[in-house]
């Protein structure tokens, strides 16, 4: 693709043409640039809107308040990131997830089929679709505890979990058909 500017600051692809298509398809001068995509320079992207709203007022607008109202009822995306710090992971040493991790953060962390659960595993038939357990970093003790909830059983180091229990680094926890391996970041004086 060879990008060429014609004299009018037009962009085109000069393999496809031999001249500026806006050019030589009949528009006037004034129109020639309604469309096409030049450079700001040095124009702030302010003065830029404030200059195409008032060379392109709305019809709909009759009054000073209506002009104020422009971005009234327009969809604005706002995206705010959740951040969260990594106290924890799991890393699947058998099963249908085999070699995925998961990362564990502060409070409860749900464990499930289902993709709203905080640790999807989706490939496991035999894990309930919602909250088979839960595992729960506590942040003022820094300890990490594995929960027993209403799917099916579960397991540490191949006994059953019939009640919350503390996890020690390297607790294997069969959940389904996965084993996964407790491996914690925050231990010891190390908290965030």
């Avoid at 031999?18 to 009949?26: A, F, K």
């Avoid at 604005?76 to 998961?102: H, M, Y």
């Avoid at 229990?165 to 965030?192: H, M, S, T, Y």
Wanted: aromatic fraction near 8%; include cysteine; glycine fraction near 8%.
């Amino acid at each position: 693709m060879a990008i060429i500017q014609c004299k009018n600051n037009h962009y085109y692809d000069g393999d496809k043409y031999t001249q500026c298509p806006h050019c030589i398809s009949g528009m006037e001068k004034n129109d020639m640039n309604e469309g096409v995509t030049v450079p700001m320079g040095n124009t702030k992207v302010e003065e830029y809107l404030a200059q195409y709203v008032k060379s392109h007022p709305s019809e709909e607008m009759e009054n000073e308040e209506e002009k104020k109202d422009l971005d009234e009822g327009k969809t604005i995306a706002l995206v705010t990131e959740s951040r969260k710090n990594v106290c924890g992971w799991l890393v699947c040493i058998q099963g249908p997830e085999r070699g995925r991790d998961f990362k564990l953060y502060q409070g409860f962390n749900l464990v499930g089929r289902d993709h709203d659960n905080d640790i999807v595993l989706g490939n496991d038939r035999q894990v309930a679709r919602k909250e088979q357990c839960r595992f729960v970093y506590e942040d003022r003790k820094n300890v990490f505890y594995v929960v027993p909830d209403a799917g099916s059983l579960t397991y540490i180091n191949d006994e059953l979990l019939e009640k919350p229990r503390q996890l020690a680094e390297g607790d294997v926890i069969n959940v389904g058909e996965c084993d996964l391996v407790f491996v914690p970041f925050c231990k010891g004086d190390l908290k965030w």
